[in-house]
């Protein structure tokens, strides 16, 4: 038998493959060879995602018993390694909406999302994430963003909000309309440069508008490679993409069921970075069992740091695990 198989998993000779309770392993391919219809369907392939070896992601993951994929351990040998699994959110883009028709020569702001989005295709390599929160936002249960961070010190912020024109709704049934926020290229370096209460970000709107600012005051920051950020870019633009400057009045923001953090988590996931909720909803108490998950288990997050923005910036400029996977 191997030794880097599920533990515990009977060996089956004739098919080459692992008895797992109800389902085969293929050790070949990383994969399972029959669905689990209660944890994903083929219909929807990102349903599946979580059976496949660390995320999708194995350089910046790892996967010591085949159950538990978790960032490396700074030092396997000494390291504790048993812990309960990662919780997972499955990262399932929606079937693209057509954008309503527009009288007239203005341009949209759907126009405004697909132009911007398009113009990002290129950029230095990403090296890290900021998982951003503001304790004050969202009535003071906290707003949860994404910040994906290049090598060249430059950021993309994505942050997806509702929108409260319609106090109908939201008051009632708790949905809005929503908009993801965003901004390509920020100097972050020039955002953090003078230590504060608030760091300021200018991010683009759903009109188009480029003078909004956005305020963060902490962040949990991990390490990733290239690859790992550009899945994130890619979840957060079908997002982008997905509901931008319809112009419809879809359920799209809903205060518990997907709100400013589940999406920020789910961009994150899908570049193989999860954030343990703990069972919490509001997103000032995930951020902080996220850390006390770090605080409690600080051999399998090496190098993720968190805290005042201005504060990680400069620890992660002094070492370079921390925007490098090795």
């Not at 993720?304 to 400069?314: C, S």
């Amino acid at each position: 038998m191997q030794p880097f198989g599920y533990t515990g998993y009977r060996y089956d000779n004739v098919a080459d493959t692992y008895f797992a309770q109800a389902r085969e392993y293929v050790p070949g391919v990383g994969r399972f060879a029959g669905e689990d219809w209660i944890k994903g369907s083929i219909e929807q392939p990102f349903s599946l995602n979580q059976y496949g070896y660390c995320y999708g992601n194995p350089f910046g993951l790892v996967d010591y018993d085949g159950k538990k994929p978790r960032v490396p351990l700074a030092n396997p040998s000494n390291a504790e390694r048993h812990r309960k699994p990662l919780g997972v959110i499955n990262y399932k883009p929606r079937a693209p909406i057509a954008p309503l028709a527009n009288p007239s020569n203005a341009k949209t702001p759907r126009e405004y999302a697909e132009n911007d989005v398009l113009q990002n295709k290129n950029g230095a390599p990403y090296v890290g994430v900021f998982y951003l929160n503001i304790e004050s936002g969202a009535n003071g249960f906290g707003h949860t963003a994404m910040m994906l961070l290049r090598s060249d010190d430059t950021g993309d912020l994505y942050s997806y909000v509702g929108d409260n024109s319609n106090k109908f709704t939201a008051v009632l049934w708790g949905y809005n309309n929503a908009n993801v926020n965003y901004a390509y290229g920020i100097d972050v370096g020039e955002s953090l440069k003078e230590k504060s209460d608030k760091y300021r970000f200018s991010i683009n709107t759903r009109d188009g508008n480029k003078d909004q600012k956005d305020v963060y005051n902490r962040a949990i920051y991990f390490p990733i490679t290239n690859e790992s950020g550009k899945a994130m870019a890619n979840a957060a633009r079908d997002t982008i993409l997905d509901i931008n400057g319809i112009g419809r009045d879809e359920k799209d923001y809903h205060v518990l069921l997907n709100n400013c953090d589940i999406n920020a988590r789910m961009w994150m996931q899908a570049g193989g970075i999860p954030i343990e909720t703990g069972g919490h909803i509001a997103p000032n108490n995930i951020y902080n069992y996220m850390i006390g998950e770090i605080d409690k288990y600080g051999d399998y997050y090496a190098n993720v740091k968190y805290g005042d923005l201005k504060e990680i910036w400069d620890e992660i400029h002094k070492s370079k695990n921390c925007t490098t996977i090795d």
